[in-house]
């Protein structure tokens, strides 16, 4: 739905805007690479053949930079149309999915799905669906089990009308009051085969709805069961991620400090950079997909708080009359 749709195209922003954040980086770091093998070039260090190795990352990297920009640009226009926003700035878009907010309750999602399984999927609005178009089948049945009864029926009536009439300098108007009392009685001895035939569509149609609403519920709690696990996993993936993201951190911390003390190089700071670049992006992927994945299940199984945003008419309790 589009509330889901939003979301997912949102985080998607953000991890494309830290894609070009690391392509452009990239480019500076071949860029540099470049011109430290131009002067090598021009010093005699460096044979015309080497030097085309550096030529062609720069090139590369100019090439991804401008598929990202190209990327980014057409999500954040997507979400700009579908969200009726009149613009969306790159400073109203984090520059990363903050983890300190990002926490999983196993005890709440089981929670959740126990509901979901034990009558919850049945006041979902598609279960309500088949349950209704159920209900009008058997009012159908009803109805054209009885076409070739007896009929009566009782009419009553109320009428009054006014006329008005002018001849010289006389002016008659009238008034009638009538009231009228009917009955009608009507049998119908012979249809065909019409009666039988609008009994079985009846019948037929109820079936229908009948295994349509049991596939739906028995598929819908399967799905809830499964993405409750696809949730579980996706957070244990961006725990890893985060870990792994870390590591490279204190790893560009020393290289900084060793280049700040005259022990290092700024090479090898660009390098684990690079890295940490790279980590982070995987970071904030393995992010999204775990508020994508929990998103999908907490609106499956009719949790979504964004459905208390909604007005009542748009969202109108329906529930089934015993």
């Known amino acids: 739905n589009l509330v889901q749709t939003l979301r997912s195209q949102y985080l998607s922003l953000i ?5 070009l954040r690391n392509a452009r980086f990239s ?4 860029e540099s690479s470049l011109a430290l093998d131009e002067e090598r070039l021009r010093g005699g260090s460096l044979s015309p053949g080497d030097i085309i190795p550096s030529r062609l990352a720069v090139e590369e990297s100019r090439l991804l930079v401008d598929r990202s920009e190209e990327d980014y640009v057409f999500v954040r226009n997507f979400i700009v149309r579908l969200a009726g926003l009149d613009a969306l700035a790159d400073a109203d878009i984090p520059d990363e999915i903050p983890q300190a907010k990002l926490k ?3 005890g709440l999602a089981s929670t959740m799905l126990s509901k979901f399984e034990h009558g919850g999927v049945e006041d979902t609005n598609q279960a309500l669906t088949y349950y209704f178009t159920i209900k009008q089948s058997e009012l159908n049945y009803k109805q054209a089990k009885y076409r070739l009864y007896p009929k009566v029926g009782l009419g009553a009536a109320v009428s009054q009308a006014n006329s008005t009439s002018a001849s010289g300098d006389v002016v008659v108007q009238t008034g009638v009051f009538s009231q009228s009392v009917g009955i009608t009685a009507g049998w119908t001895l012979f249809d065909g085969f019409a009666t039988r035939g609008a009994k079985m569509s ?4 109820r079936r229908v709805a009948e295994r349509q609403l049991a596939n739906y519920i028995d ?5 809830a069961r499964s993405q409750e696990r696809q949730m579980s996993f996706a957070y244990r993936a961006m725990d890893l991620a985060n870990v792994r993201r870390e590591l490279i951190v204190g790893a560009v911390e020393r290289a900084e400090d060793d280049l700040k003390r005259g022990f290092g190089a700024q090479g090898v700071v660009d390098t684990v ?9 995987i ?3 393995s992010r999204a997909e775990f508020l994508t994945r929990a998103a999908d299940f907490i609106s499956l199984v009719g949790s ?4 208390e945003k909604l007005p009542a008419r748009f969202n109108a309790p329906v529930s089934r009359k015993k």
């Open 104 to 106: 999983m309750d196993a």
């Open 202 to 205: 009846a019948l037929a149609n």
């Open 219 to 223: 598929q819908s709690v399967d799905q």
């Open 283 to 285: 970071a904030n992927s």
């Open 27 to 30: 480019l500076k770091v071949a």
């Open 15 to 19: 991890v494309k805007k830290i894609a």
């Open 304 to 307: 979504d708080p964004i459905l």
């Open 273 to 281: 950079t690079l890295s940490l670049n790279n980590y982070t992006l």
